[in-house]
């Protein structure tokens, strides 16, 4: 009798601190939906970047001033609507757990992911104009991977090791550079939605 | 066993008072409206077991205004935390 009291208590003190310091109406629908548009996007950037080339011969990444700016916009789109279906799908978890979208643990949880991929993003635009395009799909993947890893203090602790698996794939993408989109592809992409699934299960819509 | 039982501590049996404590462990500072909401409890309850926390010095507060509008904040303080490990530990070790 006791004891199920003291047990009680322990659960309830995890259960507290839980959902005091982090941030959990994350939902996996918005990962999902995240990972196809990265697949969508890479593609895209396929298409463009290797455009008219053999598919069988050694081939080089071009991108003309036009090209740049069109795949920034497509970037931006896609950025906006991942972001946008990640909003929608965890407003809707966070009503359904009677939790507000914005609070505090909110607040730092966005704080904390932003810092390192603020820098990351500032750093590519720079590498982007100096023309060292190569280097793009590495830097995003190590740097997401790394706000990841430094946002998880405040959210799901899945993400932590989604965070690592980017961060590896950023390095391997730097080694095996001409392989870069396929990387970013597999973790952008296909890591979305396998975390998203998995978190989907796990915590529910 | 006589051990074990003086380490827990009387000012953690009631479940408010526990909750607003493990709040407080993993938060820096938490407003009133924060802790109210966090623990689904009643104005009057929860200002209750604060002053009582804050009577065993296990909490400080701290009050400012912003935007003119009066605002507490709560702090577990460093005697408050070490009394709260305490706690944990000694039913851990009665869950043995």
Redesign the interface.
Request: hydrophobic residues 50%; glycine residues 8%.
């Given at each position: 009798m006791e004891k199920q009291k003291y047990l009680d208590d322990l659960h309830e003190i995890k259960s507290i601190m839980d959902r005091s310091s982090r941030f959990i109406s994350l939902s996996g629908m918005s990962g999902i939906v995240a990972g196809c548009l990265g697949l969508i996007g890479a593609y895209v950037a396929y298409e463009m970047v290797y455009s008219g080339q053999n598919y069988l011969g050694y081939r080089q990444a071009l991108l003309s001033n036009e090209n740049i700016s069109q795949l920034l916009i497509i970037a931006v789109a896609l950025l906006l609507s991942a972001v946008g279906a990640g909003l929608f799908f965890t407003q809707r978890k966070a009503s359904k757990n009677n939790q507000k979208l914005w609070d505090s643990q909110a607040k730092r949880l966005l704080i904390n992911l932003f810092i390192p991929l603020a820098a990351g993003g500032i750093l590519c635009v720079i590498l982007l104009f100096k023309g060292l395009i190569g280097l793009l799909a590495p830097l995003t993947l190590l740097f997401y991977g790394l706000a990841l890893v430094n946002a998880s203090k405040y959210t799901l602790s899945e993400v932590r090791s989604l965070g690592l698996i980017q961060i590896i794939l950023g390095l391997l993408a730097c080694q095996f550079i001409g392989y870069g989109l396929l990387f970013w592809a597999i973790g952008f992409g296909v890591l979305h939605i396998v975390y998203g699934i998995a978190m989907y299960i796990k915590y529910g819509s | 066993m006589k051990e074990l039982l003086k380490d827990l501590n009387k000012a953690f049996e009631n479940?408010i008072r526990?909750?607003i404590m493990?709040?407080l462990?993993?938060?820096d500072a938490?407003d009133f409206n924060?802790l109210k909401s966090?623990?689904d409890v009643t104005d009057g309850n929860l200002a209750t077991h604060l002053k009582s926390l804050e009577t065993s010095t296990y909490i400080s507060v701290q009050k400012e205004f912003i935007e003119r509008k009066p605002n507490t904040k709560y702090m577990a303080t460093a005697e408050g935390k070490e009394a709260f490990v305490r706690h944990?530990k000694a039913?851990?070790q009665?869950?043995k």
């Amino acid at each position: 009798m006791e004891k199920q009291k003291y047990l009680d208590d322990l659960h309830e003190i995890k259960s507290i601190m839980d959902r005091s310091s982090r941030f959990i109406s994350l939902s996996g629908m918005s990962g999902i939906v995240a990972g196809c548009l990265g697949l969508i996007g890479a593609y895209v950037a396929y298409e463009m970047v290797y455009s008219g080339q053999n598919y069988l011969g050694y081939r080089q990444a071009l991108l003309s001033n036009e090209n740049i700016s069109q795949l920034l916009i497509i970037a931006v789109a896609l950025l906006l609507s991942a972001v946008g279906a990640g909003l929608f799908f965890t407003q809707r978890k966070a009503s359904k757990n009677n939790q507000k979208l914005w609070d505090s643990q909110a607040k730092r949880l966005l704080i904390n992911l932003f810092i390192p991929l603020a820098a990351g993003g500032i750093l590519c635009v720079i590498l982007l104009f100096k023309g060292l395009i190569g280097l793009l799909a590495p830097l995003t993947l190590l740097f997401y991977g790394l706000a990841l890893v430094n946002a998880s203090k405040y959210t799901l602790s899945e993400v932590r090791s989604l965070g690592l698996i980017q961060i590896i794939l950023g390095l391997l993408a730097c080694q095996f550079i001409g392989y870069g989109l396929l990387f970013w592809a597999i973790g952008f992409g296909v890591l979305h939605i396998v975390y998203g699934i998995a978190m989907y299960i796990k915590y529910g819509s | 066993m006589k051990e074990l039982l003086k380490d827990l501590n009387k000012a953690f049996e009631n479940k408010i008072r526990l909750g607003i404590m493990s709040a407080l462990m993993v938060n820096d500072a938490m407003d009133f409206n924060s802790l109210k909401s966090l623990l689904d409890v009643t104005d009057g309850n929860l200002a209750t077991h604060l002053k009582s926390l804050e009577t065993s010095t296990y909490i400080s507060v701290q009050k400012e205004f912003i935007e003119r509008k009066p605002n507490t904040k709560y702090m577990a303080t460093a005697e408050g935390k070490e009394a709260f490990v305490r706690h944990i530990k000694a039913i851990e070790q009665l869950l043995k």
